[in-house]
């Protein structure tokens, strides 16, 4: 998960200055990524168990080609594991560009899948980590980082002015963050579902030097992060840094498929514009033609703001590729429509009651942390106004504000279901931390994520049956592995006890993850 706006808000330059430093650490050698001196893990039986190929292995087999390859150990690091997809034209005659993927959950199949069409579709090698992670320390995704970078330049002819990064939410940041250390080879970002590495924005993009890298990205319009994307967007407006943000429905994850392949349908454009591949016109009609087509649907469903935002960027997207004019007066018509007023307006008011919902929460948060206590379920429900935001949520009769209220129960879950107990956990307060998470739960009921972290107060509390019912709730989600149990130290309390050796075991025995090609 992302650290929601307010957060980083709250960070004082010391710190952001602090955190920038770590980037340091990341440095290109001249055929590979040095390594960083980081200690290596053993290999588990769950790694032995997925029948890991080596990446050569794979350039080398053309049948493995146009189909994603679940399961590469690192050749210089057995301890990473990732998936690759090889496109189907793939030839050793040529330099190819580079999509490295960093899921903040390490889960490395679903989001190669998220990019596969447009890597086929644009000849890109991709390679996403099964190690990368969000929150938490940065040093597992350097790692991941370095192993792939090492593995890809020893198998493939890479582009090296072409290697492009992708992530979500903290992975999103960890991109920007190592992006300057890597100039010139990093051509582009891909970042979903979360701002820069501190806040403010533009001071981040003024004492940080991109080099060439261009970006694109965006959020969902019921993210948590949604307002802090959009005030990035505001951002890159004002500096030369070349980026294309968009918004689709969706919660707090990979943007769709078909918005991570137009991800690099437009890197292709900008790869044009500074003469890193061959000018094609036909990929840039493709590209005009379909935002073109974008932007009247919207404007047909009444949507004249959207629309003309839109066109907007689709002049931005052609400058110096193509001829704009005509699309900049279909822009500008649409934007002094009374339609565009009026959703314009209803956009600022639902934005205005979304910062004061927002408001609300740190307030009860403030008080409960100076108590080190949450009041009751129904004291809580109640101080936050929890009903009448839900109800507002469900109303579909003001979209606009339908969606702000989606973002704020969003916001609320993410930090009562899992920054606020997890720093309850580390501070050996368990039973804080079910109160925050009961929060949590009155919201969004049996979430996966409020079931790892029930887990893990229980556990502190040695209530071994309330642990592992919180667990099998949150392996039933899917999103659990073998190296979660076995690595999470919370769970030594119970590390012993019968059941959860045996969902260890059970875990050692999942199948290996395939493609579904």
Request: proline share 5%; charged share 20%.
């Amino acid at each position: 998960m992302s650290r929601p706006k307010r957060i980083w808000r709250r960070m004082s330059l010391l710190q952001y200055l602090f955190q920038s430093l770590f980037q340091s650490l990341f440095q290109l050698a001249p055929v590979a990524l040095a390594a960083v001196g980081l200690p290596g893990q053993g290999t588990s039986a769950a790694d032995t168990a997925a029948a890991p190929h080596t990446l050569l292995a794979v350039v080398r087999d053309a049948g493995s080609h146009g189909r994603i390859n679940p399961s590469i150990v690192a050749a210089g690091d057995t301890s990473e594991r990732y998936a690759a997809y090889i496109p189907s034209a793939y030839t050793p005659g040529r330099h190819w560009p580079i999509l490295l993927i960093m899921d903040p959950g390490g889960n490395a199949l679903a989001a190669a899948r998220k990019f596969r069409d447009g890597a086929e579709r644009n000849g890109y090698v991709a390679l996403s980590s099964y190690n990368t992670a969000s929150d938490g320390p940065v040093q597992p995704n350097l790692r991941a980082l370095n192993a792939m970078l090492a593995d890809v330049q020893s198998a493939v002819a890479v582009d090296t002015l072409r290697i492009y990064l992708a992530g979500y939410s903290g992975t999103a940041r960890i991109a920007w963050a190592v992006t300057p250390s890597l100039a010139p080879h990093i051509a582009g970002i891909i970042g979903f579902a979360a701002g820069l590495p501190a806040r403010p924005d533009a001071l981040w993009l003024r004492v940080h030097d991109l080099g060439h890298a261009a970006f694109y990205g965006g959020a969902g319009t019921t993210d948590f992060n949604y307002d802090e994307v959009r005030e990035l967007a505001s951002v890159l407006d004002t500096f030369p840094t070349r980026h294309h943000v968009a918004f689709y429905a969706g919660r707090h994850g990979w943007a769709p498929a078909v918005v991570c392949g137009q991800a690099l349908d437009w890197m292709e454009l900008d790869a044009m514009r500074r003469g890193l591949r061959p000018r094609d016109d036909s990929v840039i009609a493709q590209w005009r033609a379909a935002r073109t087509a974008d932007a009247l649907l919207l404007a047909e469903n009444g949507h004249a703001a959207a629309a003309a935002e839109a066109f907007r960027a689709l002049v931005a997207d052609l400058r110096g590729l193509d001829e704009v004019r005509d699309l900049l007066r279909l822009g500008d018509s649409l934007a002094a429509t009374s339609v565009a007023r009026r959703e314009m307006k209803g956009d600022e008011q639902a934005l205005r009651w979304e910062e004061r919902e927002r408001d609300r929460y740190e307030s009860f948060a403030a008080r409960a942390r100076a108590a080190n206590a949450l009041p009751s379920l129904a004291q809580s429900v109640d101080a936050l106004d929890l009903r009448a935001v839900q109800h507002q949520a469900a109303d579909s009769t003001d979209l606009q504000r339908s969606l702000a209220a989606q973002r704020v129960l969003a916001f609320i879950v993410s930090l009562t279901g899992f920054y606020e107990p997890r720093a309850a956990i580390t501070a050996r307060n368990p039973k804080f931390a079910l109160a925050w998470l009961d929060v949590a739960n009155a919201i969004r009921p049996d979430g996966a994520t409020v079931c790892w972290e029930r887990a893990q107060a229980y556990a502190q509390l040695e209530r071994h049956a309330d642990a592992m019912a919180a667990l099998r709730c949150a392996v039933a989600s899917g999103g659990v592995d073998v190296q979660d149990l076995t690595g999470e130290s919370a769970f030594d309390p119970i590390r012993t006890d019968s059941a959860f050796t045996a969902l260890v075991a059970e875990l050692r025995l999942k199948p290996p993850p395939v493609d579904s090609d």
